[in-house]
């Protein structure tokens, strides 16, 4: 595949077409921001077929997991049109004036936000529709009022470049400006340097490696002026199975969670790679039934050679540490286009928490059973994760004074929680929240899933004692 390398001049005029659009699209109706977005989804939907072709030839993720994600990625750009048209993006609230001196008096206060400017939006690999050109992060900045240039992935550079193409088109159409959307190239670090460091660029959503999204996040807090880096940097996703699930249960939630861990070959950004469980004849029952789960589960090719040679050695990192047993470890071919084997090992809770390697993610098919004699140990367990983007409970349901322990113990360190189920799959809604606390995201408190992903993208801003014409524009910036 052929990777262009965009120069720094040719950053710069992408920068400074998004930073010229930018004033007017702040000033746009929620009419035309809900259009445009219903449109770009439209081109997504019609040209379905080759843009799948496209991306399954590019990352090998298969026609039916493209299919599903590109109707994801349309669901997002219509989710967000409805929420700028229901006018969150020009929410207002209001403090009437009170005659005398603070603290019983005040002036007349309206609290309005205003979109931050151009967003640089860097795709992630794994999911190069959800994820990348069209993606949430885009979405949700176009309709908070923001320009955007877009990082394209080189995993899928033909595939950024017809999406991108076909979005360009959509502008077009609606008359609206080329520098609404931009989108540079390149696979060294230079290019995504030079685009977080760009003057004009108010903010930046990151979706990636942890090693990637740190050095990026740090140009950003090192420039003159500083700005927002909404960095999404995966996590371990623990799994707490209690022992009343596993005794319920033990064989179909291995299933489910093989199911789970074999996902995309394991590169999403919630796959499970941790499992907690108290020792049990039960818990050897779950182990038993999750290796020879995994032991069936076919895999396709990683989507770089890159990622590949990163999870051998994360694996050879995970069975080399002491401590660990090995449960499930096929011959994987070294060979970077080799489809990788799931793994499967096992620790206790003291040594996990004491082996700071083994908290480290593998970003691939690979899961860390820890054997735990105690709800102490698991809380130990879970305080040394440090932060998750989910944490997971089975058995749960019934309330006692260990389930309420575990369960507070998972807020404090994950931003999604779950008592059922899996945490592949995240719900494009108003009450997700996809970010959790360090490591897991740079920015605990916004989403990069969900409606409220928009909020990243707009400050607030006091309006004291604002003359009628303002007043009468209901939050819509001027």
């Known amino acids: 595949m052929q990777i262009q390398e965009h120069t720094a001049a040719q950053i710069r005029a992408t920068v400074t077409a998004a930073a010229q659009v930018a004033d007017d ?13 219903r449109g770009l989804g439209d081109a997504l939907i019609a040209h379905r077929e080759a843009l799948v072709s496209l991306g399954d030839d590019e990352t090998s993720l298969g026609p039916v997991r493209l299919n599903g994600e590109l109707e994801r990625t349309n669901f997002q750009l219509r989710a967000f049109a409805d929420h700028v048209e229901a006018g969150h993006a020009f929410a207002v609230s209001e403090d009437a004036a009170i005659v005398g001196a603070p603290p019983l008096g005040r002036p ?5 936000r205003i979109p931050l400017g151009p967003v640089a939006m860097f795709s992630a690999s794994n999911f190069p529709f959800a994820f990348s050109v069209l993606g949430g992060d885009t979405a949700s900045a176009l309709a908070a009022g923001c320009p955007v240039v877009i990082k394209a992935h080189p995993g899928h550079p033909r595939l950024s470049r017809k999406v991108f193409e076909l979005a360009r088109s959509v502008l077009a159409q609606q008359g609206l400006p080329e520098g609404l959307l931009g989108m540079v190239e ?45 960095g999404e940097l995966g996590s371990i996703n ?55 789960a995994l032991q069936s589960k076919k895999t396709h090719a990683m989507l770089t050679p890159a990622m590949k040679r990163n999870f051998d050695a994360g694996v050879a990192r995970l069975i080399g540490t002491p401590g660990v047993q090995t449960i499930l470890a096929g011959e994987s071919a070294s060979e970077d286009h080799a489809p990788p084997r799931p793994v499967l090992a096992r620790t206790s809770a003291k040594n996990f928490v004491a082996q700071h390697a083994l908290h480290e993610e593998i970003f691939g098919p690979a899961c860390l059973l820890v054997r735990a004699g105690s709800t102490d140990e698991i809380v130990e367990v879970l305080n040394a994760v440090g932060g998750s983007l989910t944490v997971t409970i089975w058995g749960a349901q019934s309330d006692s004074a260990d389930a309420r ?12 929680v779950l008592f059922s189920g899996v945490p592949t799959g995240v719900a494009v809604t108003g009450s997700q929240q996809h970010g959790g606390p360090w490591p897991a995201s740079t920015q605990p408190f916004t989403t990069s899933v969900g409606c409220a992903a928009m909020d990243r993208f707009l400050r607030p801003v006091a309006l004291q004692s604002a003359p009628a014409w303002l007043a009468e524009r209901e939050g819509q910036p001027c």
Not at 25 to 32: D, F, G, K, L
Not at 188 to 209: C, K, M
């Open 405 to 416: 322990r575990i369960t507070r113990c998972a807020t404090q360190i994950a931003g999604r």
């Open 186 to 230: 390149g696979a060294g670090v230079d290019v995504g340097v030079e685009l977080v460091r760009s003057p004009d660029i108010a903010a930046v959503a990151f979706t990636g490696s942890f090693k990637g999204g740190t050095a990026l996040w740090a140009q950003a807090n090192s420039r003159p002026r500083p700005i927002p880096f909404y």
């Open 25 to 37: 699209w702040a000033q746009s109706s929620a009419q035309t921001r809900a259009s445009l977005l």
């Open 108 to 112: 007349h206060l309206t609290r309005v």
């Open 238 to 292: 623990p799994v707490v199975a209690m022992p009343s699930a596993l005794a319920a249960q033990a064989e179909e939630l291995a299933q489910n969670l093989a199911a789970s861990i074999e996902f995309g070959s394991g590169q999403v950004c919630t796959s499970p790679g941790l499992v907690v469980l108290l020792d049990s004849a039960d818990a050897d029952r779950f182990e038993s039934a999750l290796r020879d």
